[in-house]
Nanobody
Framework: QVELAESGGGLVQAGDSLRLSCVFS????????MGWFRQAPGKERELVAV???????HEADSVKGRFTISRDNANYRVYLQMNSLKPEDTAIYYC????????????WGQGTQVTVSS
């Protein structure tokens, strides 16, 4: 069973930076695609960024150029570096994983709150 645990959220001002971390356990990390999602109050959950086991990345247009996803396969961690934060980035951020041959994210962390004040 995969377990995910996020950390690094907090309250910051617009323009600040944060780095979220997610620790993966229970299976072989390199066999999983990792994603960061977020959900703001009253809105649907949205994909923020994805990284494959080989390190290929994709970021949503809303965060492209500001957020960077990365992974450390040796230490079973995935990161989301968030720069130039905006109030509209305020949300609960979730780490998620899916096995490389599947299309559905099956495992989710508990989430970490990011609040950006103007």
């Amino acid at each position: 069973q995969v377990e995910l645990a996020e950390s690094g959220g907090g309250l910051v001002q617009a323009g600040d930076s944060l780095r979220l971390s997610c620790v993966f356990s229970g299976r072989t990390f390199s066999n999983y695609v990792m994603g960061w999602f977020r959900q703001a109050p009253g809105k649907e959950r949205e994909l923020v960024a994805v990284i494959t086991s080989g390190g290929s990345t994709h970021e949503a247009d809303s965060v492209k150029g500001r957020f960077t996803i990365s992974r450390d396969n040796a230490n079973y961690r995935v990161y989301l570096q968030m720069n130039s934060l905006k109030p509209e980035d305020t949300a609960i951020y979730y780490c998620a994983s899916k096995y490389i041959s599947t299309s559905t994210y099956s495992y989710w962390g508990q989430g970490t709150q990011v609040t950006v004040s103007s």
